[in-house]
């Protein structure tokens, strides 16, 4: 922590943490710095690894210091979701307030609750079929906005038409569009100008918003089974 300080850093964050006690401790010791806090945990909404609801790990992070508290990694932009909602409401619940972050993986992996997606056959090197389009990011980005969520941003997986994609969602919020953006049209618009009278009609947000997109792959299920049974996993390991 000392090298940091030495650096003058605007804050800490504390990330990838699965278990809430860990996550409390680190927060207790980054809290002596004098400087802000953030808190991650990377958990489902069934909560931590002993079965702490996502509620109550929220309120133990912000009474150990945190300014700061969240989701980061493991789980896909919808799951996540669920569960910073949940931390809210533990929040709210205890009578007390913190900013909200959110950092999920850029792939669809609604199956994976507890283990995260390290579960899946897929997992590391086949993940790609899995991939969040920039479509399904604007509505991530808008739905957490609308939660109150403001630190909005991605983890494993997203790449930089993702993080984009975030920034134009949230353009009239924050008054400007990215660099990047100059290079394309929004919602396709730059599709306007393309020689093919049916690839010029999907210009347009509606087009987009409402795609289902296809795997193009015949033999593959829309889901997996994850390779280990994590609720047995939860139940072993709760306190005894």
């Known amino acids: 922590m000392d090298d940091f300080l030495k650096k003058d ?126 479509w399904d990011v604007h509505r991530y980005a808008r739905e957490a906005y609308d939660a109150g969520i403001r630190y909005i941003g991605g983890c494993c997986g997203f790449e930089a038409y993702h993080i984009r994609a975030i920034a134009e969602e949230m353009s009239a919020e924050r008054g400007f569009l990215p660099p990047a953006s100059e290079k394309h049209g929004l919602w396709g618009a730059a599709l306007e100008m393309h020689t093919k009278p049916w690839v010029r009609a999907r210009a347009h947000r509606e087009y987009w918003e409402q795609l289902l997109p296809a795997s193009g792959r015949p033999k593959c299920p829309s889901m997996a089974t994850a390779a280990d049974d994590y609720e047995k996993q939860l139940e072993s390991n709760k306190p005894k």
């Open 9 to 134: 850093i605007d804050f800490f964050i504390v990330e990838f943490v699965d278990h809430v006690e860990e996550a409390v401790w680190a927060v207790e010791v980054l809290k002596s710095s004098g400087k802000p806090v953030g808190a991650t945990l990377c958990i489902s909404p069934q909560g931590d690894m002993h079965g702490v609801p996502p509620g109550e790990c929220a309120v133990r992070l912000v009474r150990a210091g945190a300014d700061i508290v969240g989701i980061n990694c493991h789980l896909d932009p919808l799951t996540c979701l669920r569960t910073v909602k949940l931390m809210k409401a533990g929040l709210e619940d205890a009578g007390l307030k913190a900013h909200l972050m959110i950092q999920p993986l850029g792939f669809h992996t609604p199956e994976c609750n507890l283990g995260g997606y390290t579960s899946l056959p897929e997992y590391p090197f086949a993940m790609e079929t899995r991939s969040m389009t920039r």
